[in-house]
């Protein structure tokens, strides 16, 4: 979250168990292309950061002249010359560095914008399965944690572990230009003391590692007991889980304290590792100019130097962490980017048709130049010799021995043969789990088969454009979903061309139209939150109009569930059979109507057809479907 | 505020008063070093005088050494404090929320309850980490400095009487302005992430409508118009540490100028100027590092009301009301269930306790024999929930009242009411852990053969016994590795080995296939004979062989009696069966 960022660099110690990504030379490789499409605003970050840390370093050098030149001789007019210069430094530094942050901002925000873009972009390209093997939550998280993560690298730690990196060589290098020795002390005291924190932080990573993992039980814990809690407290067990939870916490408090305490104490060790090489420094330094081997000036600035030597090593510590965490987020963004996309190799497309009237009865359908909306289509086949042929589309779907599994392993529909003849309404019934939603998912081509062959007008449905596919399909969900807008952008999501008159028709022959117009703002209300001041019935009547609008041959229509209450249900079915009226559906029915008028009804068992027929035929049989129908169990 | 949470702090306090007595030691030790520096440079060299060098010098280190044990002791203080607040905070956290009953879950949400737990707990223990490090660090530094400036001199220090206002205004200016943007550039992020949420919720319309490029289009937009108001804010924020410099630089150079200028006429050593300039730093940087914790602890003032809004929450049901105290009895024993009779008397019920609103339940008079088998039928919204929940408790009636077993259900003590009814509720859930696991949440001491037998009654047994490992099977968290429909029959299963004597099934096997639930009813008809089953149901197949069919309508009782007489009788409930007759013939 942007508000969340800090401001101030290095607080809080160097965080220990640095993540890291599994492949960091690609992702950094990757990561850097996208900032490439800014290389000339980040050479200019380049420079500015060159300037501003320059500007740094030649402050506390200056000591030296002005105190062995202007200072001690008591040369006024040349200290205040010098002091001008020193000040045009200074400020060159500060502009520098303002432009380097500001620059830096439009960078990182231009390359996570590109990321989220390219991000979003990639997952509307993605199949369905991908999102039965992700949860939301996960896929949420790569556009808030991760991308933040990278944003905020690039806003500040890049340019800050560089910049240190810049300071403490350039300090180290001004250090041995003032006096060789003192520098050969500070180094060796310097190396010293580094390797003694890394020895410490290399221990504490087996905390670090403990309390990541209690962290993970506690907080489980407390997702599932307060998610459960109404059941916690129907079966009073309140006090277990009281003290169940005590247990947990007591181990986070503990393992807790200990990576708490030792990223403390290597906060303590790094900051006083400064404050001695100061010390050592100063009695070195004094010792050398008493011998007359160094003069005054060089001292004072020698020990400006060794005051602030500690300082960048601190920031590089804090400032890598911060940079590797960024990478292995990169990383995770990545892999999503690199999934495989919904493969679309169909190559048969829907075109606008007009007839021309011949000998055959209905004419011979040609293609209608680009612009021109007609209300006949035809999927356009190219042919081996070249030719393209038109296949007027009627809407006559055939599956043909089709077997499915979504994992691979447990089959879900086992070869299934059906037939819908253009016009005709094909219901499937059947307990949770057989398989209904899985034939309609297979029309659209949602998921493929493994087995068989599902055919469209004659033409395998894998060979159609899957754009075309849907297109020529409509679909009314069990789960009505919608997307925040008005009424009207809602309707008009079925046929983004369509004009506010058509969908207010389309509203009307759905039953919907009565409802909307008493909304506050009638078809102008916004719906925010998936329709959340809607209740379930009148989404479902938005859904009905969405299809509506939309007018394909053929529909898929997963039907309201029970819990809506009759009323509503009159409404939602006067809307449903205006929607299939002169349409192949294909309806996972619940309803006694839609079955009873239904030509063909199909029921599903354990993904296999174990009846069809008609109503009559059905019932007389006295099979499952006599049973689903009257509620009567065969074992009773 | 800090009142309320200091309590939690319980052990902790001593700590946290220590902290800063650690702190000023680590604090005045490292600022002499400046001091004693400028002691050698200005003393000891011109003196020529080694001895005193290595004695000042080994005083420096040595005081680098205090300055690191004690800060590392401030460490261990900080840690330890900050640690045990926040768990402590999470328990209290954790025990206040179990208290809660239903009414009070619902206010809050699980989601947020949840927030308030981890995140929350997690802000305010790292804001007193932090206040421990660095709160306290920050103004003794800041005041230490700025005596050890004045000590070495002090007409030179009225420069730093200037910078540090300036410096401050500066702060503020850009941090009230980006303040403002920051709130806009939340706006937007909420617009991003609703756009990605509802394509996540939705995407199957979105495939099924093709509308793929549309939703790209609309989401470059949400996403330009982020970018355009963080690279607003980024732009403002940038500017604090240049300000900073610059404050710092020109601070140094008038130091120099005039500090200089005294070291010429020997008022000052160089020394001296040295240390002054190093003070410099220390005092602007502190100035810095106040106002960031200042504008960090904002949001951790957030987190705190709202812990603190659920600390402070009374549970609105409790043990407290033990009115009738019958025959003399004990405090621990008080009444238990001993047959299960449940009786409703003009019960009105409202959700919210103020009495605003409208009645979900209105004038309920209902009496059920022990071991009855009734059932409640309704359209969405007529109360049959509510209706049920109110026999363990869940929720107070608003007037009248419930009697179970012959008691006023606000006489029993909450766990001795509760331990005698099985209630199976609308959303269940399961726990991580195995099945076996789960059911004993019904009892903890069942034996494996209790276990069994409830899971034969909730028809469980056999697809139990399917899986590899039957009843050691690891249900994985909210039971995610089993059906709907397997589910419901373990929930039953659970709320069976409480041997309860009333049981009540709240729509609990809605994705159990019809001839399952047959099964099911069959069971409990013949093994369950004492207990009294209240079941709430959509199909009618599933309710027309029960005692007693009660049909509610609006939050009334509209009809008590068998199928057949309420099929002849009853409008509302022929309505029901006709819908259904021609409406639900397969459920879910």
Redesign the interface.
Known sequence: MANERQVIPSRGGPRMGFQRPKNLGATTRRLLAYLGRSRYALIAVAVMLLLSTGAGLAGSYFLKPLVNNYIVPGDFAGLGRMLLLLAGIYLTGVIAAYFQGRIMVSIAQRTANVMRKDLFDKMQDMPLCFFDTHTHGELMSRFTNDLDNVEMALEQSVVQLVSSVLVFVGTLVMMYVLSPILFLVTAALLTGMIMLSVSISKKSTVFFRSQQRALGEVNGYIEEIVGGLKVVKVFGHEQVASSEFAGLNDEYRSSATSATFLSGVIMAVMGNLGRICYATAAIMGGYLAIHGRLDTGSLVAFLQYSYLVAQPINQATNQLSVVLSALVSAERVFEVMDAQPEVDDGTVTLVNVTYEVDNSEEGTPVEAPEDVVTNEWAWKVSQEDGNTALIPLRGDVRFDHVTFSYDGVTPVLKDISLYAKPGQTIAFVGSTGAGKTTITNLINRFYDVQQGIITYDGIDVRSIHKKDLRRSLGMVLQDTHLFTGTVMDNIRYGRLRATDEECVLAARRASADSFIRRLPQGYDTVITGDGANLSQGQRQLLAIARAYVADPPVMILDEATSSIDTRTERLIERGMDALMEGRTVFVIAHRLSTVRNAKAIIVLEHGEIIERGNHDTLLAQRGRYYQLYTGQSALE | MIKKLWQYLGQYRRLVVASPFLVAIDVTC?LS??L??GR??DT??PK???NL??Q???L??G???V??FF??M???V???A???F??NL??AL??K??????SN?DTFS?AS??TR??NDVTQLQNTL??SM??LTRAPLMLICALIFAIVINARLSIILFIAIPLLVAGIALVVTRAQRL??E??VR?DA?????????????????????????RK??KS??D??GT??R???L??????IM??VL??T??AA??FG??M???HTMG??E??GF??YIMQILMSV??IS?IL??ST?AQASAERIIEVLDTVPDISDATPALAAGGASADSGPVVDEGSVEFQHVDFKYTASGKGENVLSDISLSIRPGEFVAIVG???AGKSTLVNLI?R?YDVTAGQVLVSGVDVRDYK??TL??GIG?V?Q???L??GTIRDNLR??N?SATDKEIEEAARNAQAHDFIMAFPDGYDTDLG??GVNV???QKQRLCIA?ALL?KPRILIMDDSTS?V???TE??IR?SFRNNLKGTTIIIIA?????VQETDKIVVLDDGRVVGIGSHEELLATNPVYQ??CA?Q????????
């Open positions: 490292e070093m400046p004693l520096m050698i440079v000891a060299i020529m005088d080694l060098i290595l000042i010098g080994t420096m280190i005081l680098a050494l300055a690191m800060g590392s401030n460490h261990r900080a840690a330890v900050s640690q045990g926040g768990a999470r328990q954790f025990d929320v179990q208290t809660f009953s239903f879950i699980t309850l949840v737990l981890t980490l932090m490090r660095l920051f709130r550039v939340q992020i991003v992430n609703g756009t990605i949420e509802e394509n996540l919720i939705g995407i199957r319309v979105v495939k099924a409508f093709v509308r793929e490029n549309h939703e790209k989401f470059k996403n330009d982020l970018s963080a690279v804010a980024g732009h924020v940038v500017t604090i540490m240049p410099t610059f630089n020109a140094t150079v120099i100028w200089g200028r070291v010429g006429l160089t020394g100027l040295i300039i190093s810095l590092n960031m504008m960090m949001r359209g969405t919204g363990p869940l909450l766990a509760r331990s209630v509720l959303n269940n859930v726990f991580s949440w019904g903890s968290q909210g059906s709907g429909g659970r409480k994705a296939d019809t001839a047959a099964q069959a959509q199909r009618i197949s599933s309505a029901i819908s007759m021609e409406g639900v013939i397969v459920n879910g």
